[in-house]
Structures are given as structure tokens and as C-alpha cells.
């Protein structure tokens, strides 16, 4: 288990130029959590694309990012955030990795 957790850690630490830092990129999940949550509560408000637009670029602007950037760090951590070293991917039981 510490071996796995270590690896974790070492290959999330290696992020290539033009990802977002670890850090970097929860802050900017969460607000688009938030983003996603305030679309869902007003619907009315929020019908339209453009306001959508509006809204996931002001948090792009908040974390001065680009869409391109965000995006392309999402595809990274979803590719590589639960890869182990021997490519396979650990299997969440009961909140624990097995």
C-alpha cells in the first residue's frame, strides 16, 4: 500500500509544461464544481450558452488560465492521476484502494 501511495505521488508530481500544478487544478475543479452547481440551482438564469460561457470564463479568468490549458490538464490528471507503474489501475472498495 505505501509503495502504491508513493507512486501515486511521484507521478502526479511529474506534471509536463502547459498542466496545471496539482494544487493548481483542484482550486479550479472546485470552482467549476461550483460553477456546474449555480447552472443547476438557476436553470433560468443559465439557459442560454452564452451565460454558461460567461460563468466557466470568469472562473478561467479567476485562475488566469485559458480554456485550452484547463482542458488539457483535465484529459492529463484523468489519464494519469490512479496509473500505477505497472499501467493498471487500482479499484476503489468501500473508499479504500485495492
Known sequence: MALLATTL???CSKV???IL??????GV????LLAEAMVNVDYN???SDTMK????????RK???TQAVYDSSLVWYGRNLWRSTTGSWPILINGSIT
Open 9 to 11: 505521488l511521484a507521478a
Open 16 to 18: 509536463p509544461d502547459g
Open 21 to 26: 500544478s496539482e494544487k493548481k487544478m483542484q
Open 29 to 32: 475543479l472546485m470552482d467549476m
Open 45 to 47: 438564469t443559465y439557459k
Open 53 to 60: 460561457l460567461a460563468l466557466y470564463e470568469s472562473v478561467f
Open 63 to 65: 485562475h488566469d488560465i
